[in-house]
């Protein structure tokens, strides 16, 4: 196992696989596949990550699923951790298209979860992952069994004029061949940032400094703030999953998560998503920050609870359930 990056204060669960796998358009992909040793086994989380997010920021929640009965495979996506990068000189966040990010998950699905993990097969997906989720939907319904999505990146917590000229100027900078410039420092203003109280990701001290210490650590898993391009491709995909026909054609029995603390995300884009898609509910977890798997024990046990009471269900009531 020489592909993970581990230290003292973040062990890893027994892998079952680990490395590379190349996605059709040539970029290599890392992955990792747990799994779990119960009896009988529940089925495989495939988790889908955030942007910026890496395997090893994953090991306590990938220990918890094993812990429960579940298989679990994770990857990182092209352009951060150690999968392939787009740019050499540059460190900014990129991607051309979130139809990229889609090919990166069929990839990992198709060569590590269906060989090496157990049905049946559950999306969990955070921030960004939840917006790749719901984009793959249509395609993962004979395959998916359920979705969870925790504070998925569906819009901006700006104004409607903000978001406007952030869609006009990123498109503009794509356009002009300028997609690969940062328009955002933020990640790397939280590097070597101590913990404060009010900071928009979690509430937890100790996560917080184990997550911001792995890129100092490994700077190789290092990512800098999203590039125009990036940003411009969010919208799109955020525009396609909105659209009424995918909409009709996202089926797949799903649970949303909002963290009552967001301030990364736009909760009211998620609540207006929700209330268009006939397979979703949605929950709160009041108190919450936007990282709601990297915040403080009470809040990773409300989401674990209604993880546990939906995920096991055979049917879509369990969904009417758990609405708040």
Request: with cysteine; net charge negative.
């Amino acid at each position: 196992m020489t592909e993970l990056r581990l230290f003292e204060h973040n062990p890893n669960p027994p892998v079952y696989s680990d490395g590379f796998v190349e996605t059709p358009d040539g970029f290599s992909i890392r992955y990792a596949a747990f799994r779990t040793d119960r009896n009988p086994v529940k089925g495989s989380v495939f988790l889908l990550q955030g942007r910026n997010e890496t395997i090893e920021k994953y090991f306590e929640t990938i220990g918890d699923f094993i812990s429960a009965g579940f298989d679990v495979a994770t990857f990182d996506w092209r352009g951060q951790g150690r999968s392939s990068r787009f740019f050499e000189t540059s460190d900014a966040g990129y991607v051309d298209s979130f139809e990229q990010y889609a090919v990166d998950a069929e990839t990992v699905f198709r060569h590590v979860v269906l060989p090496d993990c157990r049905p049946p097969y559950f999306i969990l997906a955070h921030s960004t992952g939840g917006l790749v989720a719901l984009l793959l939907a249509p395609r993962m319904v004979n395959r998916i069994h359920r979705m969870v999505l925790l504070a998925p990146f569906l819009g901006m917590p700006v104004s409607e004029r903000q978001e406007w000229l952030m869609r006009t100027a990123t498109k503009s900078m794509s356009f002009l061949g300028l997609g690969n410039l940062g328009v955002s420092n933020r990640a790397n203003r939280r590097v070597n940032k101590p913990f404060q109280v009010n900071n928009p990701v979690t509430s937890d001290a100790h996560r917080y400094a184990r997550n911001i210490s792995l890129p100092i650590r490994f700077p190789e898993l290092k990512l800098g703030g999203p590039s125009a391009a990036w940003v411009s491709a969010v919208f799109d995909a955020i525009d396609k999953v909105n659209d009424p026909a995918h909409l009709a054609k996202t089926i797949i029995p799903t649970l949303v998560f909002m963290a009552g603390e967001e301030r990364v995300v736009s909760n009211e884009a998620i609540r207006q998503l929700v209330a268009n898609l006939r397979s979703a509910s949605l929950l709160t977890i009041d108190g919450a920050s936007h990282e709601i798997l990297q915040e403080a024990d009470p809040f990773r046990e409300q989401f674990f609870a209604a993880f546990n009471t939906f995920v096991p269900g055979s049917g879509p009531e369990h969904i009417d359930k758990l609405s708040d």
